[in-house]
């Protein structure tokens, strides 16, 4: 499905309830796209999420201004000597139209001097926002932000924690273009091939729908490493690939799924064994998810579920509930249970923890807890993501400072034995509903029969 644009009414509606939110003006700029290794030679443009909620096009270089009473769009006067190469640009009545406000030309822009503004994420960004309100502004000191700033950064949390009716469209969107890349990269899976083959075949599948990809791929049989940056190696019978790909909508709207596929279409009876203890600890917390619900008790439901999972197959021994309050499931699963999603992939981690942890919780420093990057009471029309996995990682296992007082408990000779599970994990997009949840990604297949017959029909098409 090619994507769809959201109609202005949504812009307006949610520069609308921004409005009731502000005392003084306050300013979005779009940002610029950064070089790659010269001036002329530069990454794809991607405009700054806050001002991408509010205007929903990709205009480099443009500023919003937003008052208690009105919002204007200043945008740069099409360039005749840039159309040349890039072509033609929208003109100020498209944009308008297409943003539901009016549009003036950037030389217009006058800023009085109590107007409030996030920090830009990008160097250009900051220093062009520095000019404007005639301060210093650090790009990505979102987290530090204080007194009028952190009462701007406050408004956009509360209008972007829940999601409107546009944006959950986007984001379904932004699933179905996953979940076409998900299905592409399983089916392209062979030994002898490199990761790189299905990364570029994943890329492939939701770019010829006019996606892009949310964050940089990841797409391992090193599953341990857990944002694993290189896809160079050769892929092995008996090998696990992680695969973490996301697809990204023209407005910015974010997917974000994981699944772990075995390269020879077959699980092995370990890798099964541990796949099914990943698949219940997802199940375990995708079941927790509903409005008040605390997500860091959702994040233990999941490492419960994990660390039982685990003394059923001998790998830990003890009791479970106490083996999980020891820390056992860090050993593991040491990151968190999943994120807030949105234009962000994690969304809206420019403002630090800011979004993700509720005034007065701040994030825990036992080590199964510690990257938790979500700590509310879910509320309706959230996105977030269920991502528990396990990985077999030396760093952790191999120090007596991580194991500690788990050693007795580690049956590193049962352990020893799954050493063909390097990483798995299980990742899921999910919307918080009325009085639970809906799975965003449910389409892209994730129990071990559903997969393994997937990858026997795309052998089956290719012989
Ligand atoms: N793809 C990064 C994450 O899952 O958080
Ligand atoms: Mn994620
Ligand atoms: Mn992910």
Not at 413 to 437: C, N, P, Q, W, Y
């Amino acid at each position: 499905m090619w994507p769809t644009t959201s109609p202005p009414s949504a812009f307006i509606e949610r520069r609308r309830r921004l409005q009731a939110k502000l005392k003084g003006p306050a300013l979005f700029v779009s940002g610029f796209s950064r070089p790659r290794n010269f001036a002329g030679n530069r990454y794809p443009f991607r405009a700054e999420s806050h001002f991408l909620y509010l205007v929903g096009r990709t205009i480099e270089g443009a500023v919003l201004l937003v008052t208690p009473d009105q919002a204007l769009l200043y945008a740069p006067e099409p360039d005749p000597e840039e159309e040349l190469w890039t072509g033609a640009m929208p003109s100020f009545d498209e944009l308008s139209e297409a943003a539901g406000l009016s549009v003036r030309p950037l030389e217009e822009l006058e800023v009085a001097p109590d107007t409030v503004s996030l920090p830009a994420q990008d160097w250009d960004g900051a220093l062009f926002q520095s000019e404007l309100l005639g301060r210093d502004i650090d790009p990505g000191s979102g987290p530090e932000v204080e007194g009028a700033t952190a009462a701007l950064a406050d408004a956009m949390i509360e209008l972007r924690l829940q999601q409107d009716e546009a944006a959950i469209l986007q984001l379904r969107q932004a699933a179905w273009a996953t979940a076409a890349a998900h299905r592409a990269g399983l089916s392209v899976t062979r030994p002898g091939l490199r990761e790189a083959a299905v990364r570029a075949a994943m890329e492939s599948a939701f770019g010829e729908w006019g996606y892009a990809a949310s964050y940089n791929p990841i797409v391992t049989t090193r599953g341990e490493v857990l944002h694993a940056e290189r896809s160079d190696l050769v892929m092995r019978n008996g090998d696990l690939l992680l695969v973490d790909v996301g697809a990204e909508t023209p407005e910015g709207w974010a997917g974000d799924v994981t699944r772990t596929w075995p390269v020879s279409g077959v699980y092995s009876p370990t890798q099964r064994a541990v796949y099914e203890v990943v698949l219940s600890a997802q199940a375990a917390a995708l079941a927790c998810v509903r409005p008040a619900v605390r997500y860091l008790d959702v994040h233990r439901a999941a490492g419960r579920a994990m660390v039982s999972g685990l003394v059923d197959l001998g790998i830990l021994r003890g009791d479970p509930g106490e083996l999980f309050e020891l820390g056992a499931a860090a050993l593991f699963f040491p990151h968190g249970v999943g994120h807030l999603l949105g234009l962000d992939v994690h969304d809206m981690e420019d403002l630090g923890d800011r979004a993700g942890y509720a005034i007065g919780r701040e994030r825990a420093t036992r080590p199964s807890d510690r990257y938790l990057r979500l700590d509310r009471d879910l509320l309706p029309r959230m996105a977030l993501t269920i991502e528990p996995g396990f990985y077999q990682i030396r760093r952790l296992l191999d120090r007596p400072e991580e194991v500690g007082a788990l050693e007795p408990f580690l049956c590193r000779d049962v352990l020893e034995k799954f050493a063909d599970v390097r990483g798995i994990r299980i990742e899921d997009d999910v919307l918080v509903t009325e009085h639970g949840s809906e799975v965003l990604s449910a389409d892209i297949p994730k129990r071990v029969d559903d997969i393994e017959a997937l990858a026997r029909e795309a052998r089956q098409v290719a012989n």
